[in-house]
Nanobody, 124 residues
Framework: VQLQASGGGSVQAGASLTLSCVGS????????MAWFRQAPGKDREFVAQ????????NYADSVKGRFTISRVGAENSVLLQMNNLKPEDTAVYYC??????????????????WGQGTQVTVSS
């Protein structure tokens, strides 16, 4: 499985960005996917997750109401629509897929595969 993330950029506070993660490999299967982010000097943290069967989303409290995760097409590509961006959203954003590991959706160790990351910078 390969995950390719894109869509990051530099914006001012209040702007919007949409991140994309295209998953390849394992055709015909569907799995939970998520976005995490890592700011300089901080641990990688959970942002949003979408379930494999009902596409039910889950969000970190810090982004709830501003970010929307959605699945593109029938398989394993996802978008992260980010509205009303704040300087504290500045980070490298990573998409992840949970294929073999079990565990809670908000834990980094629950995910087997990771994209390369895309930088989001929000200035005040």
């Amino acid at each position: 499985v390969q995950l390719q993330a894109s869509g990051g950029g530099s914006v001012q506070a209040g702007a919007s960005l949409t991140l994309s993660c295209v998953g390849s490999g394992r055709p015909g299967s569907r799995y939970p996917m998520a976005w995490f982010r890592q700011a300089p000097g901080k641990d990688r943290e959970f942002v949003a997750q979408i379930s494999w069967n009902t596409d039910r989303p889950n969000y970190a409290d810090s982004v709830k109401g501003r970010f929307t995760i959605s699945r593109v097409g029938a398989e394993n590509s996802v978008l992260l629509q980010m509205n009303n961006l704040k300087p504290e959203d500045t980070a490298v954003y990573y998409c992840a897929a949970q294929i073999f590991n079990g565990g809670s959706y908000y834990l980094r160790r629950s995910y087997d595969y990771w994209g390369q990351g895309t930088q989001v910078t929000v200035s005040s």
